[in-house]
C-alpha cells in the first residue's frame, strides 16, 4: 500500500472517530436533556394534581362553615370566586415555560391562600363549627394539602434548577439552543406568604 493511500486512510480513519465521537456527545447530551425535561414535566403534574386537591377540598369547606356562618356571606364568596379563578387558568407543561402564565397561576393561587386564611379567621368566631367533626376533617385534609403544596413546589424547584443549569452549561447550551430546550420557571415566595392558611385545632 502506498503510502500516501496510508495517509488519506489514516485521516479518514480520524475523521470518522471525530464524527462518531460528536455524534456520541450529541445524542447523550440531548438524551439527558430529555430525561431532565420530563422529570421537570412530572414534578409540574404532581405541583397541580396538589393544587387540584386543595380546589376538590374548598367546596365542602364552604358549604360546611356555610351552614353555620351563612351571613358571612362577603367571605365566602371571595373564596369561592377566588377558587373559579384558579380553576379557569388553563394549565399545561407549557405554563412553565411561559412566565406571564406562570405568573398568573401563581398570583391566582396565591389569592386563593388568602381567601382561605380569611375564612379560617371567621371560623374562629364559631365553636360549634369548630367542634364539628365534618369541618375537623375537612381542616385536618386541607392541612395536609397545604403541606403536600409546599413540599411538592420545593421537589419542582429542585428539578427545574437541575434542569436550568444543565441547559445552561457547556457544550449542552449548543444542542438545547438547536432543540429549542427553554428555561423553566421557579416557584418563588409572593407578598403575603406567610399569611397562608393556618388550621387551628383548639
Known sequence: MRSGTRTLLIAL???VVIILSLYG??????????????EVKAQWAQVENVY????????NLVATVKGYASHERETLEAVVQARSKVGSLTLDPST??????????????????NTLSRLLVVVERYPELKANENFLALQAQLEG?????????????????????AIRRFPAVIIANMFGFKEKAYFEAQ???EKAPVVDFE
Do not use: H, M, S
Not at 456527545?25 to 420530563?38: A, D, H, K
Not at 387540584?52 to 367546596?59: C, E, G, S, V, Y
Open 13 to 15: 480513519g480520524i475523521v
Open 25 to 38: 456527545c450529541v445524542v447523550g447530551t440531548y438524551n439527558n436533556l430529555v430525561q431532565l425535561e420530563e
Open 52 to 59: 387540584q386537591r386543595r380546589a376538590d377540598l374548598i367546596p
Open 96 to 113: 412553565i415555560e411561559d412566565p406571564q402564565k406562570f405568573e398568573a397561576f401563581q398570583q391566582a393561587q396565591a389569592e386563593l391562600g
Open 145 to 165: 394539602t397545604e403541606n403536600r403544596i409546599a413540599v411538592e413546589r420545593r421537589r419542582y424547584n429542585e428539578v427545574a434548577q437541575r434542569f436550568n443549569t
Open 191 to 193: 407578598e403575603g406568604a
